[in-house]
């Protein structure tokens, strides 16, 4: 009996706890009368919950409408099509994928049909920078309701290898990669992802902010590298979207004084808006020079270096100016053979270390944002609809064009003047 009882009261105590006092503590006089009805009672209750929760479901999850994607055919063919919804699993939700930011990794991909020597296979998705809002829920999700605004971590690990268990799970071995080229990305109107990895974004977080913190906490990883604390002067080599994050995340972290260098002056003038202390345009300036301004900029030379553009010229500035006993963080994707001035590095006992994606790192971003520490939305130049991603990819590929982080939305009520 007593185990019946507790396995009635069970959903009681998930989905109304207030209720459960009426239940427990019916009139002493109908108590003594009718002792079964006791269980009776809280039978009926419990259907009216599970059936109340159901009409408020179907309220919340219409069933989905067609699935445009944007599909990646090879270099340069970017198509539209319309793609099944996906299938969720009992531990996935389903997610109407709201704005989806376009990263230099899709440019690249884009561009040259593979992602460093990985190449496409076959026509996939494109796109990982995503947020939206949950459709439906698989019935194991516990973290998760339709209705809520998450931000996607597109990295899924396997949880069970040794790199995993100790938090490391951006370079677990069996690390499942949603992305093309490796599977479908969230470049869609729906998608599916596991739930575990949808991170629920708090109330004074629009959608817009959330696809941000894919970039932004691949900038709190590297400052994590880094050990970034106060007082550190730092150098951030690239002044694209990720690398004014990273000078951000660096920031919050108790920077405090950082320089940006880059080759392009709009991306320069936006590291200045976004907090840099000073820059320095070295497309025309050769290394030492370089490496005298950031001194006479600071005073010093920094301590702590971020490479978050690894083209072989700025891994070689980041060596020859980091401070003796500092450390340079390589965080981007660059050429596999690059001549570097290692020696240089060993004469100064500087420590090189490699950042690669995030590891736990997105709650940290997600906070930074809600408590006013960073503020990452100067890096979005432009907004496009998904009927018009084939122009957003072309946009994103041109060098010429002043822009840094460019904005899809593939919900089809998105309007221009909302943003």
Not at 186 to 198: A, G, I, K, T
Not at 202 to 209: A, Q
């Amino acid at each position: 009996m007593a185990l019946k009882i507790a396995q009635c009261i069970a959903p009681i105590l998930q989905y109304g706890r207030h209720q459960l006092l009426q239940v427990f503590y019916p009139s002493t006089e109908n108590t003594q009368k009718k002792p079964i009805s006791f269980l009776a009672k809280i039978n009926e209750f419990k259907n009216k919950l599970v059936l109340n929760r159901t009409i408020s479901e179907r309220k919340c999850c219409k069933e989905p409408e067609e699935n445009l994607a944007a599909v990646l055919h090879g270099e340069g063919d970017l198509r539209l099509e319309n793609r099944p919804i996906p299938k969720y699993n009992a531990n996935q939700v389903l997610v109407e994928v709201e704005v989806c930011g376009i990263c230099d990794s899709d440019v690249s991909l884009f561009g040259e049909g593979r992602l460093g020597t990985d190449f496409l296979k076959k026509p996939t998705i494109i796109g990982h920078e995503a947020s939206g809002t949950v459709w439906k829920c698989g019935e194991c999700v516990k973290n998760l309701k339709p209705g809520d605004k998450v931000a996607i971590e597109p990295l899924v690990p396997c949880r069970m290898c040794l790199l995993c268990k100790l938090g490391k799970y951006n370079v677990c071995p069996n690390l499942c990669r949603r992305f093309a080229p490796y599977s479908d990305g969230n470049l869609s109107r729906y998608y599916v992802h596991e739930s575990d990895f949808c991170y629920k974004v708090p109330k004074n977080m629009d959608l817009e902010l959330a696809a941000l913190m894919e970039p932004l906490s691949r900038g709190v990883h590297a400052c994590k590298k880094a050990k970034i604390t106060s007082g550190d002067s730092v150098l951030v080599l690239g002044s694209g979207p990720f690398g004014l994050l990273t000078m951000q995340a660096a920031r919050a972290y108790g920077a405090s004084s950082v320089v940006v260098l880059d080759i392009d002056p709009f991306k320069l003038s936006k590291a200045m808006e976004m907090g840099a202390d000073c820059t320095i345009d070295c497309k025309k300036l050769p290394e030492q020079e370089v490496v005298r301004q950031i001194h006479d900029l600071l005073g010093n030379l920094p301590n702590k270096t971020f490479a978050c553009s690894c083209y072989e010229k700025a891994i070689r500035v980041g060596i020859l100016a980091t401070a003796t006993c500092g450390k340079i963080v390589i965080a981007a994707f660059g050429a596999n053979d690059q001549c570097l001035p290692i020696m240089d590095s060993f004469h100064k006992e500087m420590e090189i270390i490699c950042s690669i994606g995030y590891a736990n790192d997105y709650q940290t971003a997600i906070d930074m944002v809600t408590r006013g520490k960073v503020d990452p939305r100067p890096v979005v130049t432009h907004h496009f609809k998904m009927c018009d991603a084939i122009k957003a990819y072309e946009l994103a590929a041109n060098e010429n064009q002043r822009q840094l982080k460019i904005f899809i939305h593939p919900n089809p009520k998105w309007q221009p003047e909302s943003c």
